[in-house]
């Protein structure tokens, strides 16, 4: 039989080791959760999953059409000069990137969504953050394998370093999700957080080389690449997909060392803070 | 034994605020300064309830009783003071807590059941009997959203009481669903109850309380007022609710007319309030209250009380009453539901041919009821009631107050139906029925 003590104060050390052995307890909650977040997406339509690789696709064309055709950018030294020129490469930031704001946008906004469970059920909370995480991840794969296709069958390229991408990925899952507990406390406690993050999303856009290429970046503002962790997963990605080579050693250790830091702040503060939620909604 | 639950204590400290600005001052002053004022919802309420006990939780509006609930279960966390809770605990506060109105009703289960805290294995093998008694048929393969309301909470009960939890929340107010469906619930309680299971419940009405628990507590503004047998508990109670309905009529009478106008509306909010909730609490709040139904029981052919009966057996519902006024003319019935809350038979003593004598006041009688059971085995409840001689006045009614099963045939095949009729098959050539039909 199990025991279960709750008191007034709220968890040490311990308590969040508890937390984190929940992840594992809990595994086919987190599991049913994500694809239920996954399928919400799609449900109705006819085509269904289809969607998740479709609209991926749909988007390159599109980038490809403007950028490469329509304005005519390059940035690639690619030999033979393919047309997808730009828009790969810009696509290749967007993954990424849209995995991020997706998993901030709706991090912020999580306790208050799921009030019922906050409210009507003993429920450990700390689950809802990294679901949405892991839907937004799930997603960002999709994409990965939308280029690949593309690059396989209109370049007739595949880069085999892109089996390095998923130890890319999980350093980018313990980023976002240290973000997304950070959001979620933050979002609970003041409402007003979810519209400024907006904007703060959308300013992280354009300063981290989606659209520009680093190269073109002056001296004085060179801090945008080295210092922006997002910069150096934008980089990782086009390096492992595109490039066919090894991302940046120094960049990949110092966004490593920052996701951690971000994930331990960001997991202490929500599970000090997560008592206090269902009084706050 | 370590106890079930036990509270060591407890207290709950809401801050008001005047509006939203003031709690964000005082939670960027990082405690230095105070926009709030404190409401103690609960106050220094300790508690330890054994496995096995039915607690019953009185107390008016706004006494903390579901403050107490939510902190008990775990949702909201104590200001101070300790919770300890030694086995499975299930709160029924949200059925179908997580339900997504996409997925089908099979779904449904699966995600609930694991909000829940299951095993997904042990939702898997307990998946037969949530379907069944869920009882919705074929809708457990379509999406919920084109469930009814009543079918979704069935659905969220059914997985909340199929899972053998050791404590279980139930918060009596919160009840939903249509009167068969109450029914099923309240059998499932009682069963639950009959096999041990700890079972915390909140309710407005003293009758409830007194028919379904052994132990009760009672909470006045968030202090523990009382805790011992239901009996005394429930007498406590009414006294509380009559001193603030006499409260409540003094304001009423002694107002200053300049302020009568003004303070009409809450005055008359307030009185209707206790009203209610007298009515609630009196004995009588199915009846008059001029009988009390002691106690209903089930006795097998041995006359020893039994939960469970063979079919075809012999089954006597013994029910005991007390008469609190003098009566002259009044009946007891019975009433049997099966399982879906189907009335099966019922037995009165005036239609059935043993009218009852002019009753003093006092006076205690017992009436036993022997019936026969061909029925479908599964479970099934007794209602009795004491009504005067015209049948349209009820003088108490004990819904559901006892519960039996009758088990499934050794020897044959059950057969299909609700009750065993019985039947004489005679095999007959075509001509012959001809014949006998033409002569009739």
């Known amino acids: ?281 | 034994m370590r106890p079930a639950l036990s509270l060591h204590g407890v207290s709950k400290r809401y801050r008001i605020f005047q509006n939203g600005r003031d709690r964000l001052k005082e939670t960027l002053s990082f405690g230095r300064k105070r926009y709030s004022h404190d409401f103690w919802a609960l106050k220094d309420v300790s508690l330890e309830v054994e496995p096995g006990t039915t607690l019953g939780i009185l107390g008016r509006n706004g006494a903390g009783k579901s403050t107490l609930l939510s902190i008990a279960s775990g949702i909201l966390p104590p200001s101070e003071g300790t919770v300890e809770v030694n086995g499975r605990l299930i709160a029924l506060f949200a059925l179908g807590a997580g339900f997504n109105s996409e997925f089908t009703g099979r779904e449904n289960i699966m995600l609930n059941g694991l909000i829940l805290g299951i095993e997904r294995q042990e939702i898997l093998d307990r998946f037969d009997d949530i379907a069944e008694f869920a009882d919705i048929g074929e809708f457990i393969d379509q999406p919920i959203k084109t469930y009814s309301s009543g079918m979704r909470s069935k659905l969220g009960f059914a997985v909340a009481v199929n899972v053998k939890p050791d404590i279980l929340i139930l918060d009596e107010t919160l009840a939903v669903g249509d009167a068969v469906y109450k029914q099923v619930a309240l059998q499932k309680m009682y069963e639950l109850r009959d096999s041990g299971t700890t079972i915390l419940f909140v309710s407005h009405s003293t009758r409830t309380v007194e028919q379904f628990c052994n132990k009760a507590i009672l909470l006045d503004k968030g202090r523990l007022l009382a805790t011992g047998e239901t009996g005394e508990v429930a007498e406590r109670y009414q006294e509380l609710v009559q001193e603030a309905q006499k409260k409540g009529s003094k304001r009423l009478g002694g107002r200053d007319p300049v302020d009568s106008l003004a303070h009409d509306g809450e005055a008359q909010a307030l009185e209707k309030v206790t009203k209610s909730e007298l009515q609630m609490a009196h004995p009588g709040d199915d009846g008059t209250g001029e009988t009390k139904i002691r106690s209903v029981e089930v006795l097998d052919e041995r006359l020893l009380p039994a939960k469970k009966v063979a079919p075809d057996s012999t089954v006597t519902v013994r029910v005991q009453l007390e008469y609190l006024e003098a009566v002259k003319d009044s009946e007891v019935v019975v009433t049997l539901r099966n399982k879906a809350g189907l009335e099966v038979f019922s037995a009165s003593t005036a239609r059935d041919g043993v009218p009852l004598k002019e009753m003093e006041k006092g006076e205690r009688v017992t009436v036993d009821f022997a019936f026969k059971v061909p029925l479908h085995h599964g479970p099934y409840n007794v209602t009795a009631a004491a009504r005067a001689g015209d049948e349209d006045t009820y003088l108490d009614v004990a819904d559901a107050a006892a519960a039996f099963r009758i088990t499934r045939p050794q020897d044959r095949e059950p057969f299909e139906g609700i009750v065993h009729l019985p039947t004489e098959i005679r095999v007959h050539d075509a001509p012959e029925v001809e014949r006998q039909g033409r002569s009739a």
């Not at chain 1, 999953?49 to 403007?66: D, H, N």
């Open chain 1, 1 to 281: 039989m199990s025991t279960k003590t709750t008191s007034a104060k709220p968890g040490g050390p311990g308590a969040i080791l508890g937390s984190l052995a929940t992840f594992y307890e809990r595994r086919w909650l987190i599991k049913y959760l994500a694809q239920r977040q996954v399928a919400r997406s799609y449900q109705g339509s006819y085509l269904g999953l289809v969607w998740a690789l479709l609209s991926p696709l749909l988007m390159v064309a599109m980038l490809t059409v403007i950028f490469s055709n329509v304005l005519g950018i390059r940035v690639r030294e690619v030999t033979g000069d393919s047309a997808l020129n730009f828009g790969l490469y810009l696509y290749c930031g967007l993954i990424p990137f849209l995995a991020y704001s997706q998993a901030l946008n709706q991090g912020v906004n999580i306790i208050r969504r799921n009030s019922d469970l906050v409210q009507g059920v003993v429920f450990p909370l700390e689950i809802l953050p990294l679901t949405t995480v892991l839907t937004s991840l799930i997603q960002n794969v999709f994409g990965v394998v939308a280029v690949s296709l593309v690059l396989a069958g209109l370049e007739q390229r595949f880069n085999w370093t892109i089996v390095l991408l998923p130890l890319v990925m999980v350093v980018q899952l313990v980023f976002t999700l240290g973000l997304a507990y950070l959001m979620a406390v933050a979002g609970t406690y003041i409402p007003d957080i979810r519209e400024t993050l907006k904007a703060v999303v959308r300013a992280t856009f354009f300063i981290t080389p989606i659209l520009w290429p680093t190269g073109r970046v002056p001296e004085q503002y060179s801090f945008l690449v080295d210092y922006n962790p997002l910069a150096a997963l934008v980089e990782a990605y086009r390096d492992l997909i595109l490039g066919g080579q090894l991302p940046d050693a120094w960049g990949m250790a110092y966004f490593s060392i920052v996701a951690l830091v971000l994930f331990v702040v960001g997991f202490v503060v929500f599970n000090r803070a997560k008592h206090n939620f269902a009084d706050l909604l």
